[in-house]
């Protein structure tokens, strides 16, 4: 019995009267009673010996074991002595046990709380089941919306920075305390009047960091006309990440020929190895094809021109797509990129349901098999869901590149290895995160270097624009520099 005391939520202040284990339903459950001697008004805070009445109440507590426990805790009313108050009758709390109306224990919210706030509602609930506790989701969340929040004595320096309630529909700002990396409050809103309010009732702030928001600036201005405005350097370095999302868009071909260039230097060639193609050789449209292509080029740069002119010129958006008979959506495209950028081709191009079986296809084919009926068997029973036709194409590039004739299987002279060279797609998006360093791209700091050499040489444009974003990155990481 004395060990099961000592595991009561607190044993100085609780009597442990009987213990009762349920094993069908897999539950302790505790007769428990107040052993205080004395209670205080929590109107007037005064003591009181005198007792009114007993009542009981039933608790949620810490699992033993592999059983829930459930505390029936026997407490009293208690009379107010006090003349003067103006509570007559008062239930005696047990602060330390649990919270008035609570129907769980102070330490079980507590351990409820912490798995609400490492794993959220939907994974809390999950967790709590393996541990035994059968609780909702909205549980979970009310518990860590009754967390107090932080006090904060004095702010100097701040972030200011929106986010979603509701993603493309509601959207609210955090301020976030940059000396303790901690945040301070959540606003309702991201307009300049709700930020301007915030800051006079938080007077002392020296440096405010946000980004280029004009709502944010005029609100800053207002409610802490004295605070230096910083761009934070996530903001920068995402406006840097825009600005060659935008250059590698109009030198996209560059790209191109830079990637194949890298693939097809990527494996050791000499006679008795040859490389296959990474991407199948294009047929010449049709000339009529052709034409119309080079129309509609000429109409969008045409449009691009004039969009820039009329907006020059004070129209909105809305007018200048009724008047050029073009979407909303395009004119703000064409108002984001001073130059005109050509249409980037597909980033999936050369990828067909083969792709994942061109390592097993070479390998066969090296090994002298060359029928492809029997190739197209043995890939269909790894799980290819393609075409007969798909595997042609791929084996005629095969004997392209050996040099065979059509339907041709075998050869009197020795026939060169097959390789296939690496395929590092090289994207607007893919060689932007290559500047930046980006850790997510598969790629070595060797590699990684010798792309971008590549890029340089390829077009001077391209170099000065590379240059120019790893001095603006090198000078952005410069954190302990002083001025």
Not at 407 to 420: A, D, E, F, G, H
Request: proline residues 4%.
């Amino acid at each position: 019995m004395k060990i099961l005391e000592n595991l009561l939520p607190d044993k100085n202040l609780l009597q442990l009267e009987s213990c009762n284990l349920d094993e069908e339903q897999g539950i302790v459950k505790l007769l428990v009673s107040s052993i205080q001697t004395s209670a205080k008004c929590p109107v007037c805070n005064s003591p009181t010996h005198k007792i009114h009445s007993h009542y009981e109440r039933k608790l949620a507590d810490l699992s033993w074991a592999n059983y829930s426990t459930s505390i029936e805790l026997r407490v009293r009313k208690f009379f107010c002595i006090n003349t003067e108050c103006k509570r007559r009758i008062f239930t005696e709390r047990l602060a330390s046990i649990v919270l008035p109306w609570a129907r769980r224990t102070t330490r079980f919210a507590s351990q409820l709380t912490a798995i609400a706030l490492a794993n959220g509602g939907a994974a809390g609930v999950r967790l709590s089941q393996r541990l035994g506790f059968n609780i909702s989701r909205n549980t979970l969340l009310n518990l860590v919306r009754r967390i107090p929040l932080p006090l904060f004595d004095s702010l100097k320096i701040v972030g200011v920075d929106d986010f979603c309630f509701r993603k493309c529909k509601t959207y609210g700002t955090i301020v976030v305390d940059l000396e303790k990396n901690r945040p301070v409050t959540l606003l309702k809103d991201r307009s300049a009047e709700t930020l301007s309010s915030w800051l006079k009732e938080h007077p002392g702030i020296e440096v405010v960091s946000r980004d280029r928001a004009k709502a944010y600036e005029k609100g800053i201005k207002e409610g802490a006309p004295n605070a230096i405005q910083v761009a934070d350097r996530f903001h920068l370095l995402q406006n840097l990440a825009q600005t060659l999302y935008e250059m590698f868009g109009i030198y996209s071909k560059d790209l191109k020929e830079v990637e194949q260039v890298y693939n097809q230097a990527s494996v050791i060639k000499d006679e008795e190895n040859i490389v296959v193609a990474t991407y199948p050789s294009e047929a010449q449209p049709p000339v009529k094809q052709k034409q119309k292509a080079e129309q509609r080029r000429a109409k969008r740069k045409e449009n691009h021109q004039k969009t820039w002119e009329l907006h020059s010129q004070g129209m909105n958006a809305g007018v200048i797509a009724q008047k050029l008979g073009i979407s909303r959506t395009t004119v703000f495209r064409n108002l984001r990129n001073p130059t005109f950028i050509e249409r980037r081709g597909r980033s999936d191009k050369g990828r067909t349901l083969v792709s994942s079986y061109q390592d097993y296809i070479i390998k066969r084919w090296n090994e002298g098999c060359r029928e492809t009926k029997i190739i197209f068997e043995e890939i269909k029973q790894q799980g290819y869901s393609g075409s007969y036709a798909t595997v042609t194409r791929y084996t005629a590039r095969l004997r392209e590149c050996q040099g065979l004739k059509k339907r041709q299987r075998y050869s009197t002279k020795r026939l060169p290895k097959i390789i296939k060279p690496s395929q590092k797609i090289l994207t607007p998006y893919s060689a932007t995160w290559l500047i930046l360093g980006s850790s997510n791209i598969d790629i070595s700091e060797s590699e990684r270097d010798e792309i971008i050499m590549s890029l340089k040489t390829k077009n001077p444009s391209l170099k000065e624009g590379i240059e120019l974003a790893l001095n603006f990155i090198s000078l952005v990481n410069q954190k302990n520099q002083k001025n």
